[in-house]
């Protein structure tokens, strides 16, 4: 995974509550073998008309929004299906950091094993965020724990745990891997037939 | 303090870690299949990882396998799929029973049948029919697919401890009554999710007379009771199974000796005990959308307890107050790994052997690998079904779960060997009714449901 410590990139908005997973990616799109190859199936539903062509007037089809990092939305993030193709549409399409009130428990584990920092804040802080515009940068600060904004900071929490992980972009590979001495004395112990 | 096989074989699993809490375990054995594994692989090309355990992996396509013509893979993703499969394999190193060999056939199927499968070791594999592989007193359990990455790039597991629930089956089986009943009756009675959070153990004197075949089939289908998994200790039955066996321990004494220690002391190790006894068994059927909505062959549907059950009476299309016999089979599936073994389809045969199918049946049979076919071509197994009017196929998961072409069609009734009965399973509109072989091919053969212990005796268990 890559570490992050800061991130700076221009932000999309879509302040809706409950934005479920169906939404995200819709279940004829899971189909595929990859990780990858989700961004064009990004909030599909949404996105396109029933032709097929994009709708102009959805964030995500908008060319000044083009190139954004940041995905500002509102409560209970990712709730619904277990899908882990959710996160990966996201990161896809180049998502690295959704700001929202909160995230479904099982988004939010598939964020940390995908390196796409989910941070809560508030709905007072993300009332301001909600007014960038594809000209204005957002930073966001994982080490000091913050979202920068017009030289407005937010603070935000996160487990002492995740934060590392990201930071030294760890996975949970990584994390496992620290205990190779003692997997490999399991397997030098280990009783043979042969 | 007394202690379950279970609790032994996973003790002698722990890398690091607390119990109740997550526990890095090693796994011994990791099987992979077309379906779960190409996001898995991806991700270690990603990161630049390799499989740590290429020698304790093994993989096969079995979900997507067409069983009419194998090699003619019509469904671009099935195909895409099976091919990424052969190329993962090869450039990760790890053994594959590819398309058309000797070794393919459903992963629970071949993992036991090639001496993979082995007492007292951990395996997982991303299906949850993993549970399949307990019956030879292993920790058996499926897991998904970033887990399925995490086994591919450390050999090892997260896993808090199950809790430990053992089944005392005993009695002896009536005629026409097999181990399919059991767990259909185990899981019509105590519910889809008595089993939640538990590994079970099977225990009693029903299954020390048991074959590992039908041992099998009772761990395979205990997860559609919320288990985890299903185990059952390990005995000579066991390890003469293993014995000689393609990937068996050439050293079998050593292998022996060391598997008899996984016995669990009393159970008073269980943190709880069901008592079954089989003696007055009947064969189960399944009526409704789930394997706990079934009832022993005499008695009719019961009345709806629920939306739930409404719903179920609405989409199988029958009535409460029916019986098995008035529902139109027209669609008989022989197969899966719950019931796709040499033993179940000698059992199938035996009845059909010298008849003929009910006109308007469709009957497929399906082998649950390439050596079972084979096995059943050279005993006549094969030319019975064929005789009989049946289609005889290529091995795969087939109708189980109609990934593959063999779909049953909107609307019509399946008396169905597999696992389970859920909207949709078998092909879009599909009306399953699981049942053992035997039922199955009675059903087959007439039509509908029949009795079959009146004419049991007639064939062998
Ligand atoms: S036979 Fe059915 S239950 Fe068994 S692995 Fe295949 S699809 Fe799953």
């Known amino acids: 995974m890559e570490p992050i410590t800061s991130h700076t990139g221009k932000a999309i908005v879509m302040p809706n509550n409950n934005i479920d997973t169906d939404q995200i990616i819709p279940k004829q799109f899971l189909k595929n073998i990859l990780k990858t190859g989700y961004a064009p199936h990004l909030f599909f539903d949404w996105r396109y008309d029933q032709s097929g062509k994009p709708k102009p007037d959805f964030a995500l089809n908008k060319p000044e929004n083009q190139g954004a990092t940041i995905l500002i939305s509102g409560e209970n993030f990712g709730c619904g299906s277990s899908r882990e193709h959710a996160v990966w549409s996201l990161t896809d399409w180049g998502f690295k950091v959704v700001i929202a009130g909160s995230f479904s428990d099982i988004f939010y584990m598939n964020s940390t094993k995908n390196g796409l920092l989910a941070i809560s804040l508030p709905a007072a802080d993300r009332k301001i965020l909600n007014t960038a515009t594809s000209t204005d940068q957002i930073t966001v600060n994982l080490v000091d724990q913050y979202v920068e904004f017009k030289g407005q900071r937010f603070h935000f929490d996160i487990d002492p745990m995740w934060k590392n992980k990201f930071i030294n972009g760890l996975d949970d590979i990584d994390i496992t891997m620290k205990y190779e001495d003692q997997i490999e004395a399991y397997e030098a112990a280990m009783p043979t037939f042969d | 303090m007394s202690k379950t096989m279970f609790e032994k074989i996973w003790d002698r699993h722990v890398i690091t870690g607390q119990p109740g809490e997550p526990q890095l375990i090693y796994v011994d054995l990791h099987l992979v299949h077309e379906v779960t594994s190409p996001q898995a692989f991806q991700g270690l090309r990603m990161n630049h990882r390799k499989v740590r355990r290429p020698d304790r992996t093994f993989a096969t396509m079995d979900h997507n396998v067409p069983t009419k013509d194998i090699f003619n893979v019509k469904d671009l993703i099935s195909k895409k799929q099976i091919e990424t499969l052969r190329q993962n394999a090869k450039d990760f190193g790890i053994r594959l029973a590819g398309m058309g060999e000797a070794d393919q056939g459903i992963i629970h199927v071949i993992g036991p049948q090639l001496g993979l499968t082995q007492p007292g070791q951990t395996i997982v594999c991303g299906d949850s029919h993993t549970s399949t592989h307990g019956a030879f007193g292993s920790i058996a359990f499926g897991i998904g697919t970033s887990e399925v990455e995490h086994v591919f790039a450390t050999q090892t597991i997260w896993q808090v401890e199950p809790k430990q629930m053992g089944i005392h089956v005993h009695g002896k089986l009536p005629d026409g009554v097999y181990a399919k009943d059991i767990i259909m009756a185990i899981i019509a009675k105590y519910g889809v999710k008595f089993g939640v959070g538990h590994a079970v153990e099977f225990y009693g004197d029903t299954i020390d007379a048991m074959s590992m075949e039908e041992r099998m089939t009772l761990c395979n289908m205990v997860i559609e009771g919320g288990a985890k998994m299903g185990v059952v200790h390990p005995d000579q039955i066991t390890f003469d199974y293993v014995a000689g066996r393609k990937y ?26 069901i008592d079954f006894d089989v003696s007055d068994l009947a064969p189960f059927i399944t009526w409704g959308t789930n394997p706990g909505m079934a009832v022993p062959y005499d008695q009719a549907f019961p009345e709806p307890q629920d939306q739930n059950d409404a719903h179920a009476y609405e989409y199988v299309g029958i009535k409460p107050g029916m019986k098995p016999t008035e529902i139109p089979i027209t669609w008989a599936f022989f197969g899966s790994c719950t019931n796709g073994r040499l033993s179940d389809l000698r059992i199938a045969a035996s009845y059909l052997k010298n008849k003929h199918i009910a006109p308007g049946v469709h009957a497929l049979v399906v082998p649950g690998s390439m050596a079972i076919r084979e096995a059943a071509e050279k005993e006549g197994i094969a030319q019975i079904f064929r005789d009989a009017g049946c289609d005889w196929r290529m091995p795969g998961c087939s109708a189980c779960l109609g990934m593959n072409p063999d779909k049953i069609p909107a609307g019509a009734h399946c008396a169905s060997t597999s696992n389970r009965n859920f909207e949709g399973r078998q092909g879009a509109g599909s009306r399953t009714h699981l049942a053992s072989p035997a039922m199955v091919a009675a059903a ?9 212990r009146k004419e049991a005796s007639v064939w062998s268990r």
Request: glycine share 2%; charged share 25%.
């Open chain 2, 248 to 273: 068996a321990p050439k050293d079998m004494a050593a292998a022996e000796d060391y598997w008899s220690q996984f016995q669990t002391d009393d159970p008073a190790a269980f943190d709880e005990v």
């Open chain 2, 444 to 452: 087959a053969l007439n039509g509908h449901f029949v009795d079959i």
